[in-house]
């Protein structure tokens, strides 16, 4: 089975640009675009993925960002080429957080896809000690119980400033479950890693974030 170590900096930026692509194509004609026939090999393999689109605004000289958007698949159940067209559109239009999005929005957006292991799950003796297991900048956390099941990609503790505790916390929320249940008994936690590829403006040049580096140099404030 691929990994992670199989996409290149090109496949990423063939999957950013894919992902505008499908998105532009839908707003604009309610249309789902084929997977391209010139495809990278490695692209039909099945891998995890997420869509991220974030609106982009500017007051007075700063510019800032917002989610507009962000759905995807947890698990490698697709090849990752489908599951990226899929994840673009249903992150414009099917994100229950926000209101389908207008193609007029497509200029003011950037698109984010994020490539993701198979997730692992997590065991210690003892709750307390999951937290050892899991490294801000490096993992993206999965907190599942019973029918309640919630997902956090790695990029968003490294935005937010959180440490691994507030990152479990949160993931229990986002999952519907109190901030404490990865402490419970039952509760299974996993973790993945991304590859993740973003555009630097709107349709603008492609970069591959490296979160590690992000996290230190808010670190030094």
């Known amino acids: 089975m691929a990994s992670l170590k199989d996409i290149t900096f090109n496949d990423g930026v063939y999957l950013v640009k894919l992902a505008r692509k499908a998105i532009e194509t839908y707003l604009k004609s309610r249309i789902t675009i084929p997977p391209p026939e010139d495809a990278p090999k490695i ?12 609106r ?20 490698p159940i697709k090849p990752l080429i489908e599951a990226t067209i899929e994840a673009a559109i249903a992150a414009a239009v099917e ?5 389908p999005m207008r193609y007029e929005e497509t200029d003011n957006v950037i698109i984010e896809v994020s490539v993701l292991s198979k ?15 899991i490294v801000i900048g490096r993992d993206g956390l999965i907190i599942e119980r019973g029918l309640f099941k919630g997902l956090l990609l790695p990029q968003v503790p490294v935005e937010y400033g959180w440490d691994v505790e507030t990152f ?17 008994e039952g509760t ?8 993740i590829f973003a555009e630097e403006e709107p349709r603008g040049r492609v970069i591959q974030r490296d979160l590690m580096k992000e996290l230190k140099e808010k670190q030094k404030g």
């Open 43 to 54: 692209l039909y393999e099945p891998f995890g993925v997420f869509a991220t689109i974030e």
């Open 56 to 75: 982009i605004y500017r007051i007075r000289d700063r510019i800032y960002k917002e989610l507009r958007g962000c759905i995807g698949y947890p698990e």
């Open 95 to 99: 994100d229950p957080r926000f209101r």
């Open 119 to 133: 997730p692992e799950l997590l065991k210690a003796e003892k709750p307390t000690d999951i937290v050892k297991e």
């Open 168 to 184: 479990l916390s949160e993931a229990c929320m986002k999952a519907g479950l109190p901030p404490d249940a990865w402490l419970l």
């Open 188 to 195: 299974k936690i996993y973790r993945f890693q991304a590859l």
